[in-house]
């Protein structure tokens, strides 16, 4: 089980509160994360990558484990702890913008 | 008894403010996707309770969401998490994709940035969303980098028009101030055929087969800040407005000039008349005087704010030329919001309403065609965009 804790806009365009519990099957990467994430969540989708190239938008970072995971490749394995949902990885919008 | 409902997209969310044809007493809902930006809603006129919103943001993108109870409870088509056998891939409304393929035509892979140099097409936001005038299913997106892009299925999957962007200028377009946006979409009540979009900064176009192939329709504008003043494309159209019994008539707000056009666009004659600054956004038409039209005259495009702190609508009963300023009821003193371009509507009932909204956040509405204004809601976000639906 994943944990994974979105933005407060994202939580309600979800509509969901709190945390986000995901099955991941394989290894728990940014990439397997964000399907799960996305399959559970369709209206997600494009709001955390790029629909079309699958980047992370630029005003969005992930962090677990008080580590910036922001630039770690999409397949690169997360954390142990966040695999095994000790540690949830965290959606951070940029403190920017009015 | 007849019922209005005001569709406002604001810097901050949506609300929807309804009243009584009296128009005297409103009840305010909103907001709406709270702390999103929202430039457009509008409702579907073959079923006013399917409304389509744009709501977008900086930090994550493009959203479409819809509503089937006029703005009660909405959804994001297609942000199903069960989607039924058989339908559209789910999330798909989010998606707005640029068309290549070679069977569209000419597709156009760069536009002119603000230095001159060609830059490739990127999707940023919807500004304005047109439903069909006959179908709820069919609305059209109005996007930034401009494009035309059209669903099918109520706003679940997306389809560019591309023979717009294909109609070989491109590479002369560019981005105004505020981005190059494709914010206007007016849609001929005669011929379904026929429909007309505009651009900051390539000017308005005219399709006659159903958005499949376009021309720019652009003689008689002169735009002194281009280096061809009368050229084909290229001009910063603010808004263009028509009257539904006369769809060949059209009223434009260019970047400054306010003009008109008697063969659906074919050509231009400035009316800016005794305007005191024909600078603008907005313009409209009464709903039952063809030629009786609005504007907002804005200082200048470094100042952006209304002369002398004064904000006046200014009216003309001729379609042009003779204007005169309608004020009482409108802040005459220290006044410096803006009004913007799809921020102006009108009702319908026989004493004609008028309503804009302000980036200062007020809503005015005048239920005697301009005479007097009253604020119907005062403090909200910036105001993006209004729209007005009469309801029987």
Known sequence: MIRVILPAHLRTLARVDGEVKLDVEGQATQRSVLDALEACYPMLRGTIRDQVTQQRRPFLRFFACEEDLSHELPDAPLPDAVASGAEPLLIIGAIAGG | MSKVRVLVGTRKGAFVLTSDAKRERWEVSGPHFAGWEIYHVKGSPADPNRLYASQCSGWFGQIIQRSNDGGNTWEAPGGETTPAPGSMPAGASNKFVYDTSPETGKPITTHQWYDGTQHPWEFKRV???????????????????????????????????????????????????????????????????RMFIAISAAGAFRSDDTGKTWRPINRGLKSEYIP??????????????MHRSRPGVLFMQKHWDVLRSDNAGDLWQEVSGNLPTDFGFVIDVHAHEPETIYVVPIKSDSEHFPPDGKLRVYRSRTGGNEWE????????????????????????????????????????????????????????????????????
Request: glycine share 12%; net charge negative; charged share 20%.
């Open chain 2, 228 to 241: 061809d003043p009368t050229a084909e494309v290229g001009h910063c159209v603010h808004r263009i407005a």
């Open chain 2, 325 to 392: 300023a309608l004020t009482k009821g409108l802040p005459q003193r220290d006044c410096y919001v803006n009004v913007l371009r799809d921020a102006m509507a009108v009702d319908s009932l026989d004493s004609c309403g008028v309503y804009f909204g302000t980036t200062g956040g007020q809503v005015y509405a005048s239920t005697d065609a301009g005479d007097s204004w009253t604020p119907i809601v005062r403090d909200l976000p910036g105001v993006l965009s209004v729209e007005v639906q009469t309801l029987p």
């Open chain 2, 127 to 193: 500004w304005h969303l047109e439903p069909s005038l006959t179908d709820p299913d069919t609305v059209y997106a109005g996007v930034e980098d401009a494009a035309l892009f059209r669903s099918t299925d109520g706003g679940q999957t997306w389809q560019e028009l591309a023979g717009l962007r294909g109609h070989g200028s491109g590479p002369r377009w560019q981005p105004g101030a505020g981005g190059m946006c494709l914010h206007t979409i007016l849609l001929d009540p005669s011929d379904p055929g």
